[in-house]
């Protein structure tokens, strides 16, 4: 796998969302690349604060005004 494939999976790869072939391919990349390492590293950390967040479900009117507001929109036009 070259250097810019590899680049492009990093984000898919933190987050296990690599199929097995990509995921093994990227863990070789990273073991020569210091570049990729470091990426993955920083990566790993924003990661892991998305997962230690609390999410709370938003409050039944917010819920029912946002969804109201989407209704009244109007579809997007259908490019031709």
Known sequence: ???????EL???Y???S????????VRL??????ECAEEIDRLGSVAGLM???DLESPPPHLRAAV???AREMPPDPVPS
């Not at 690599?18 to 391919?25: F, G, L, M, Y």
């Not at 990349?29 to 210091?34: D, G, N, S």
């Open 29 to 34: 990349h990273i073991k020569r690349c210091a």
């Open 67 to 69: 969804l109201d507001a």
């Open 18 to 25: 690599c199929a097995d072939v990509e995921a093994e391919e």
């Open 10 to 12: 990093l984000g898919a």
């Open 51 to 53: 997962g230690a967040t």
């Open 1 to 7: 796998m070259d250097h810019v494939h590899a680049s």
């Open 14 to 16: 933190v987050l296990d």
